[in-house]
């Protein structure tokens, strides 16, 4: 699933015939992606040691390799679609491949410079990226990482030591932790189709709002507090965010 913490949820609701219950049970990030389960079984069957060999002096030789059986470890990993899989195979280093979607599309580098993007902490219209590099979660972009993933695949595919594959770091719609409220994309219309299928119904009219918008409100009685327009804007992103990364699953299970 690509939502898997929502399992209770949907459970939980499954007797109440609503529109958002409706929801759930059909929105794409809810459906299982695509993968042949004979393929994870024959690969994870045993506990992987798999060290990121960076600053790794000892090589990847006769040395590093009788390193790695003499201390335990039994798998290593490959980068931007490329490694040492001589090396691997010849060791029987299981390994998973990093970055297979590049790095930076998927995770916003600056994210330990949180003044960078301050400004568009408080900027409802702001589209994801940094200033001044939007980066959309768009048709544009999954086109071009479905490619990548595609050609980096291919080249390990034929390794029978691959186990997984990374799309990238420390990924996030956001920016790693720091909160954002943008528009993961342009496409206003695609807001408002989402807030039909999600209410079934009349709807609240498609707002844009920082976290700046509850602030007012902290000071009103519980019952006249609505935080509804900034929790959907959140949902809305999440839901683009977990369908853009199941596309790009599914294009490295095809490859």
């Known amino acids: 699933m690509r939502c898997p913490f929502l399992l209770a949820l949907v459970a939980a609701t499954a007797a109440a015939a609503d529109p958002y219950f409706d929801y759930l049970r059909g929105a794409p990030e809810f459906q299982r992606v695509t993968q042949d389960p004979r393929v994870m079984l024959g690969r994870w069957n045993t506990w992987v040691y798999m060290p990121w060999?960076?600053?790794?002096?000892?090589?990847?030789?006769?040395?590093?390799?009788?390193?790695?059986r003499d201390y335990g470890f039994n798998g290593g990993f490959v980068d931007h679609g490329e490694g040492p899989l001589d090396w691997l195979n010849q060791w029987q280093l299981r390994f998973y491949a990093d970055h297979t979607a590049g790095k930076g599309s998927l995770y916003l580098h600056g994210a330990n410079d949180s003044s960078r993007f301050k400004p568009l902490q408080h900027d409802a219209r702001a589209v994801r990226?940094?200033?001044?590099?939007?980066?959309?979660?768009?048709?544009?972009?999954?086109?071009?990482?479905?490619?990548l993933v595609t050609r980096r695949v291919g080249n390990l595919k034929s390794s029978p030591m691959r186990v997984a594959y990374a799309l990238d770091d420390e990924i996030s719609w956001g920016v790693f932790v720091v909160p954002m409220p943008w528009r993961v994309n342009a496409d206003d219309q695609a807001y408002?189709?989402?807030?039909?299928?999600?209410?079934?119904?009349?709807?609240?009219?498609?707002?844009?709002?920082?976290?700046?918008?509850?602030?007012?409100?902290?000071?009103?009685?519980?019952?006249?507090?609505?935080f509804s327009p900034l929790l959907d804007r959140i949902s809305y992103n999440a839901s683009v965010w977990a369908n853009f990364l199941g596309d790009l699953v599914t294009a490295a299970n095809r490859a």
Do not use: N
């Open 53 to 68: 060999r960076y600053q790794w002096s000892i090589g990847t030789g006769d040395a590093g390799g009788q390193f790695c």
């Open 129 to 147: 990226g940094a200033p001044g590099e939007p980066m959309p979660l768009d048709a544009a972009l999954l086109a071009k990482l479905q490619a």
């Open 192 to 226: 408002a189709d989402w807030l039909d299928r999600c209410y079934g119904g009349p709807h609240p009219a498609p707002q844009y709002v920082t976290p700046d918008f509850v602030l007012p409100q902290l000071g009103r009685a519980i019952g006249d507090i609505d």
